[in-house]
């Protein structure tokens, strides 16, 4: 038995020099449990958590918020009280509920007075072991006294009947980072601040016992990050959290809550909330959170200040510099983002400026086209479709070498919240930045696909060569009027032409009453590995001797002069 529990302590010192603190954590969770007095294991522990705390201090200060039960097991007890109850029953509240450690309990034997406490460690312990104890004391966010509950001396005490904190105007350092707690339950409250103080640098500006009054808090204070819990008797956090990012946009919200629920995650991810956290949050879990929401809410803040100033000399660019493309097919496979990719590489060799859309929200594989991956998406700018800006825009999008920009579709979990009426707005943004705004759109008529069409200045339409093509192509042509579409603005495009299908592209243009300019070979040698390369073949070396490179050049050209007609097209005059 020794000789394994020594064995745990050295993979746990392993694991935190690989800078695996929860593994470590964990291996050392597990030695105590079986040896509460191993010597090495509270020396690893006080190495990597005592922060200038003595040997003893950290042991009693440790073994009180964790294993309060087992302060009695201490082998050096001469100035070690036994924790009052309060201490214990606190240890309860907050962890011993949490429902998915109640599969986890320790097999071990040990007192039955102390299973309670600690079988939920397991789960636990791994983050909550992380640095509890600071150099040095501060002073109390919350007095005694609960109808004067301060912050700080300059604070201005609440009403004792919401029992929450005023909040404090301060001139903090610009490393801090300014935290208010929202939630109707006053002791959630504090243990959450109890969790937050010894982190130095996070400073609790305000407290919150209502969505409303996190609202008024936060306006008056601009905290960079909100903690919101979701049920609340007067109005819920998600409702707060959409006041909120409407009084202060740069405030970044993370949602507390105890039911790890998607309808809620998503909910409240549309509102504006930036992560999602279970109650009760584990201390790694919530610093980190805190400190990355914070990390943005500085970034947006100083674009935020530098859009001001530059809104008092230049007037907000008229999103007119650039011009939407929709590539639409009405059937699938007929290679709709293929075209789209291709015509996006091709535009952007004449040194244009050339962002590529994945409007296809459920199935979308542009960055696969391109061999690309992005964790940002479609659904990280359209809920900001009214505050966007360049350089949030930039952090989103991809770059590929061939100067391309790439947006994305959203994951499956996002593509419910994406907004018709906030992709349309951000697609006419991304017409200020960019000369070409290619939109690979669904084969599905969906309300994204018409919000894409009704921006545009120029639909390229893919038809098949087969009759299920042709046929449901005529039958789009036969909608475009009730769609408020100009046809004359509508290129039809025919692809995978095969020469020994008796169907010419000059018939299929007389039945739709409208010419076909271009038409594309049917190539599977070129197009194919092109797929699965993740390479538009239109940056192959040679690709202008294949019928297929010199019918890209050809839509290329057309789009070209199409939209150059639209730019010297003269304005009506009115009467």
């Known amino acids: 038995m020794p000789e394994n529990i020594n064995n745990l302590v050295k993979q746990a010192k392993k694991a935190y020099r690989q800078g695996k603190r929860r593994k470590g954590a964990d291996l050392l969770d597990q030695v105590l449990k079986r040896d509460f007095n191993h010597q090495d294991a509270w020396k690893e522990l006080h190495r990597e958590y005592g922060a200038g705390r003595s040997f003893k201090t950290f042991q009693l200060e440790f073994t009180e918020r964790y294993y309060p039960d087992r302060i009695s097991y201490l082998t050096d007890r001469e100035h070690l009280p036994l924790p009052p ?52 004391e501060k002073a109390p966010i919350i007095q005694a006294e609960p109808e004067k509950p301060r912050v700080s001396s300059s604070a201005t005490a609440a009403p004792a009947a919401d029992r929450s904190l005023s909040p404090v105007d301060s001139d ?39 969505g409303a009054q996190a609202i008024d808090f936060a306006r008056k204070t601009k905290p960079d990050v909100i903690l919101m819990d979701v049920n609340m008797p007067d109005m819920d956090g998600i409702t707060a959290t959409t006041g909120v990012k409407k009084a202060v946009p740069y405030t970044q919200v993370i949602i507390l809550t105890v039911q790890d629920d998607v309808d809620y995650m998503r909910k409240a991810m549309l509102a504006g909330a930036r992560d999602f956290i279970t109650k009760p949050p584990m201390i790694d879990d919530l610093i980190q959170a805190v400190e990355g929401a914070a990390a943005i809410a500085r970034t947006e803040k100083s674009k935020t200040i530098q859009a001001s100033r530059l809104s008092r000399t230049v007037a907000h660019p008229v999103a007119t510099q650039g011009h939407i493309i929709t590539v639409y097919g009405p059937k699938g496979g007929v290679g709709c983002t293929t075209i789209a990719s291709n015509l996006a590489v091709e535009l952007a060799k004449d040194e244009a400026d050339v962002v590529l859309v994945d409007a296809d929200l459920l199935y979308g594989d542009v960055a696969v086209y391109f061999n690309e991956h992005s964790v940002n998406t ?81 639909l390229i339409l893919i038809t098949g060569h087969g009759i299920p093509d042709i046929s449901r192509t005529q039958k789009f042509l036969d909608l475009l009027p009730l769609l408020n579409f100009d046809s004359e603005n509508t290129v039809v495009v025919m692809n995978q032409y095969d020469k020994r299908i008796n169907i010419s592209p000059d018939k299929v ?39 297929i490179g010199q019918a890209m050049r050809s839509l290329a050209s057309l789009v070209q002069k199409r939209i150059k007609a639209l730019i010297e097209k003269p304005e009506p005059v009115g009467y």
């Open 85 to 136: 109850k309060e201490k214990q029953s606190w240890f309860r509240r907050i962890f011993s509920f949490s429902s998915r450690n109640s599969n986890e309990s320790n097999t071990l034997e040990r007192p039955a007075e102390t299973i309670s406490a600690v079988s939920n460690l397991r789960v636990i312990a791994p983050e909550q072991v992380n640095p509890l104890f600071p150099v040095a």
């Open 172 to 210: 903090s350092d610009e490393n801090s980072i300014r935290v208010m707690v929202v939630d109707d339950i006053q002791q959630t409250r504090e243990n959450v601040i109890r969790s937050l103080k010894f982190k130095p640098e996070i400073e609790i500006v305000a407290t919150a016992s209502n």
């Open 378 to 458: 479609l659904a990280d700018l359209t809920p900001r479709a009214q505050e966007l800006d360049p350089e949030v825009i930039d952090d989103v999008l991809i770059t590929h070498s061939s100067g391309v920009k790439l947006l994305s579709a959203p994951r499956p979990v996002d593509v419910e919240e994406i907004n018709p009426g906030q992709f349309s707005d951000l697609i006419k943004y991304l017409r200020s930045m960019f000369t070409y705004v290619i939109v690979d759109t669904s084969t599905k008529l969906s309300d994204i696909t018409i919000a894409a069409l009704d921006a545009s200045d120029l």
């Open 509 to 547: 243009a007389k039945s739709f009453n409208k010419e076909i300019p271009v038409v594309f070979p049917k190539d599977d040698p070129i197009v194919i590995p092109s797929v699965n390369r993740g390479e538009p073949y239109m940056l192959r070396g040679g690709i202008m001797s294949r019928p």
